[in-house]
């Protein structure tokens, strides 16, 4: 079973910036990527970003592209979530999942304006 936990949250300023990180165990061939997804106060589900584990190919939301960047860390079964130049409309839970994996609790990111 795998199992992916978030972490890295926390309060940070207009501009500041965050990493994220997923931890990850039980993974095998059917996780063909890992994701970061985000729910805000009002507002569904959404992806932010996302890794493909057969050929690291990377994707972004178009409000992240440019600010945010994933990255992995095979040795340490870890990926990662940079986040620049973050902005009040960031604030949310930040979750990572990968396909067949079960919805953990999230991370929380609250940019202050």
């Known amino acids: 079973e795998v199992q992916l936990q978030a972490s890295g949250g926390g309060l940070v300023h207009t501009g500041g910036s965050l990493r994220l990180s997923c931890t990850t165990s039980g993974f095998n061939s059917d996780h063909y990527a890992i994701g970061w997804f985000r729910q805000a106060p009002g507002k569904e589900r959404e992806v932010v970003s996302c890794i493909m584990t057969t050929d690291g190919e990377t994707h972004y939301e178009n409000s992240a592209k440019g600010r945010f960047t994933i990255s992995s860390d095979n040795a340490k079964n870890t990926v990662y979530l940079q986040m620049n130049s973050l902005r009040a409309d960031d604030t949310a839970v930040y979750y990572c999942?990968?396909?067949?994996?079960?919805w953990g609790q999230g991370t929380l990111v609250t940019v202050s304006s």
């Open positions: 999942n990968a396909p067949g994996a079960r």
